[in-house]
């Protein structure tokens, strides 16, 4: 599966942060691999060894030895037209960088099967004989998390900037938003533009080296920072507001 809103609610707020992160760096990451059924893990495990390919994990379903099949686990893939899991760049080594300092477990530092592409929650050590221990299997697991911190749909702030976060747990990037009867531009990095701004409507991109796109001013400061004016009939600017 491919829906990271299936996993534990604080994986998703480190999956989106790990990608946010990353994009700020210029690491255009995608989410693949989320939470996996029991028959779903056995029939990865039986690769390389009852079927043909390459043994690829050395966790059958049958015992719940995949962290994917308690929600814990995702794998990411690249996104930025490179090859999937291209890698002779480096690339998934300075992701995993990035994943380990927010506090993901990190697949790329295990010597048994190296697994560049996948990070979990550090929690219960590196195999799933604690959870095991603690929970029994993932759908008594499952029913702890309601407790747990969810993602909530709106505007966060980090050191970088302000960017709005889908009920889904992805976000907004070079694109315009209506959000709150204003006008928000967000950038390929998916945080809201300030001041001065070129928007090509027709490559959806900001401020292009050749010039291309159309100006916009947006609010800089207070409340409504990163909102878009517009010139009134008066021949004045102000603020957007969409009723």
């Not at 702890?144 to 980090?158: A, I, M, N, P, R």
């Not at 006008?183 to 291309?212: C, E, M």
């Amino acid at each position: 599966m491919r829906d990271i809103t299936l996993c534990h609610p604080r994986l998703q707020k480190l999956a989106t942060e790990l990608i946010q992160k990353c994009s700020a760096q210029g690491l255009q990451i995608k989410i693949g691999e989320t939470l996996r059924t029991r028959s779903e893990q056995d029939t990865l495990y039986a690769q390389g060894r009852t079927t043909p390919g390459s043994i690829v994990t050395n966790a059958p379903g049958s015992s719940y030895s995949s962290y994917h099949q308690w929600g814990t686990a995702f794998d990411i893939y690249r996104a930025d037209g490179c090859g999937a899991y291209y890698d002779k760049d480096g690339f998934f080594t300075r992701v995993g960088a990035i994943g380990v300092s927010i506090g993901l477990e990190w697949g790329g530092n295990w010597k048994s099967i190296v697994d560049k592409p996948h990070f979990q929650l550090p929690d219960w050590g590196s195999s799933t004989s604690g959870i095991k221990k603690e929970f029994k299997t993932p759908e008594e697991f499952m029913k702890t998390w309601k407790g747990e911190e969810k993602v909530v749909e709106g505007w966060q702030k980090d050191t970088t900037g302000w960017w709005y976060q889908n009920a889904d747990g992805t976000w907004p990037k070079s694109e315009w938003r209506l959000i709150n009867h204003h006008w928000y531009l967000f950038g390929a990095n998916g945080y809201i533009r300030k001041g001065w701004h070129r928007w090509n409507p027709d490559t959806k991109q900001v401020d292009l080296d050749d010039g291309s796109g159309d100006w916009y001013y947006l609010q800089e400061t207070g409340d409504l920072e990163g909102a878009c004016w517009h010139g009134t009939e008066k021949g004045s600017l102000e603020i957007w507001y969409v009723k």
